[in-house]
């Protein structure tokens, strides 16, 4: 049984997740000033936050297809 497709709510889930990375990192460096409250600090947080949540979404896909081949 292949089991190793994304779902909307994934799809959903990681669209949400750039909008909140993106809110986040706005609050942190610029409203309460941390990482000096540069706008590149706060590009670089919110795209490490986005790419964190993708290497979620392979290691999710890569256990999903290992469970399947089992």
């Not at 909307?8 to 669209?15: E, M, N, R």
């Not at 990192?25 to 990482?35: A, E, G, H, I, R």
Request: charged share 10%.
């Amino acid at each position: 049984m292949m089991i190793f497709l994304f779902t909307l709510i994934d799809y959903a889930a990681f669209g949400l997740w750039i909008l909140i990375s993106i809110a986040l990192s706005y609050v942190l460096v610029q409203k309460l000033n941390f990482f000096g409250g540069k706008n590149l600090s706060q590009k670089i947080l919110a795209i490490g936050l986005i790419a964190g949540h993708l290497l979620y979404l392979v290691w999710k896909k890569l256990w999903l297809y290992i469970v399947s081949l089992l």
